[in-house]
């Protein structure tokens, strides 16, 4: 047996789509389904411009530039994210200031984030810009964090990577800050192999965004540049896969939700573990499906259960480790005790889109055992 922690599903028109680049000979960085991937997505989000990129942390990258961040700026980011969330904050030559998370949505701390960008007002080292991850997939609380960016003009990115269809008080995660970022990556809720977006409401920044992706071309038939640009278009056959596996958004969705709903009914009667939470506000698309471990009351700690799982084939995995432990970050001050208590306790369970009632039901009986074995 082995239950893979989150496979892409590839059920629809991707091959057709794929195969209509090859025929029509559009294998490259133009093509209609490039422009119809970014309209697929950004009306899905409800804004008005999106800008397909090679890979999400490349959006990230994009948005940070356009958004004016560059050398000796300070951006705020959570220490629990992925990596991809903060290199690029330093491709530009800033530095991140990490923040803690909260318990009940593992994301970025508003009462902290805004006691952060007081302290930095007041000593006239006001941050650039924050990104808020919403982690797993669950929304991030973003409305008090929002008021002080604009207080202070301070830019507000959303790492929405992981949260593509979440809600946050029924607005759509990537509509809420300055720009939004997400990525198609193999593993991500839909997959163009590897590829990314930004969206924002703000054409000056979309149109600078698509220029500075296609190496900042001035004048492209005397090969005329007056800025250094990227490579980071995305091609028209990754677009295609990405346009067929839009078509199936709400179906994986509805997945994902109905796994979390089970996973939560089987798992909240066992002692020591506690399931995966979507607040009142949320709408959780449950990306990664987490749990937290209680060592104490579950009899031996998320480590060990980990092992135990992966060698009986139910590919689990650990959460992120927080940023601030490594040691490119180390030299940053960061006051973090959540994210770290969260990283100790949290585990993300198999979730693909199209695994089976059997197969979770598989999952929750080898942590069962594996708790009675102790
Ligand atoms: C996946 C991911 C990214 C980057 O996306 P890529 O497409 O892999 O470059 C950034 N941030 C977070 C939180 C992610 O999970």
Not at 50 to 71: D, E, F, K, Y
Not at 77 to 87: E, G, H, R
Not at 202 to 219: F, G
Not at 355 to 367: F, H, Y
Request: net charge negative; charged share 25%.
């Amino acid at each position: 047996m082995r239950i893979p922690l989150c496979e892409p599903y590839i059920k629809g028109n991707e091959w057709k789509y794929i195969k209509d680049c090859l025929d029509t000979n559009w294998v490259s960085s133009v093509g209609t389904y490039v422009n119809k991937f970014e309209e697929l997505v950004s009306d899905y989000i409800g804004v008005n411009y999106g800008v397909a990129t090679v890979n999400g942390t490349a959006a990230i990258h994009t948005a940070l530039m356009v958004l004016g961040v560059g050398p000796g700026d300070k951006v705020l980011v959570p220490s629990l994210t992925f990596i991809a969330s903060v290199n690029p904050i330093c491709y530009c030559g800033a530095e991140p200031v990490f923040i803690d998370s909260e318990v009940n949505t593992f994301n970025i701390d508003p009462e902290k984030t805004i006691d952060k960008i007081e302290q930095m007002v007041k000593k006239g080292n006001k941050p650039k810009a924050v990104i808020v991850v919403h982690l797993y997939g669950h929304p991030a609380d973003i409305d008090p964090i929002a008021e002080v960016c604009k207080k202070y003009d301070i830019k507000l990115i959303e790492d929405a990577t992981e949260a593509l269809g979440s809600k946050y008080k029924g607005r759509m995660v990537g509509s809420l800050g300055d720009i939004a970022c997400f990525s198609f990556n193999g593993n991500k809720l839909i997959t163009t192999g590897g590829g990314g977006m930004l969206v924002t409401n703000n054409k000056k920044w979309a149109d600078h965004a698509r220029y500075l992706i296609q190496q900042a071309k001035d004048d492209p038939e005397n090969f005329i540049h007056n800025n250094i640009g990227y490579n980071y278009r995305l091609t028209n056959i990754q677009a295609a896969l990405g346009v067929a596996q839009f078509e199936n958004i709400e179906e994986f969705i509805e997945s994902k939700r109905t796994t979390a709903m089970t996973y939560n009914k089987l798992l909240s009667k066992i002692p020591g573990i506690t399931v995966n939470p979507e607040m009142e506000w949320a709408y959780n698309c449950f990306w990664l499906y987490s749990i937290l471990i209680d060592e104490k009351e579950f009899g031996i700690n998320s480590k060990t259960l980990l092992e135990k799982l992966n060698l009986r084939g139910v590919m689990a995995r650990p959460f992120f480790k927080p940023l601030h432990h490594m040691p490119m970050f180390r030299k940053y001050d960061a006051d973090i005790h959540v994210a770290d208590w969260l990283w100790e306790r949290g585990l993300n369970l198999p979730c693909s889109v199209g695994i089976t009632l059997e197969e979770i039901q598989q999952v929750v009986d080898t942590i069962c055992e594996i708790r009675e074995e102790k």
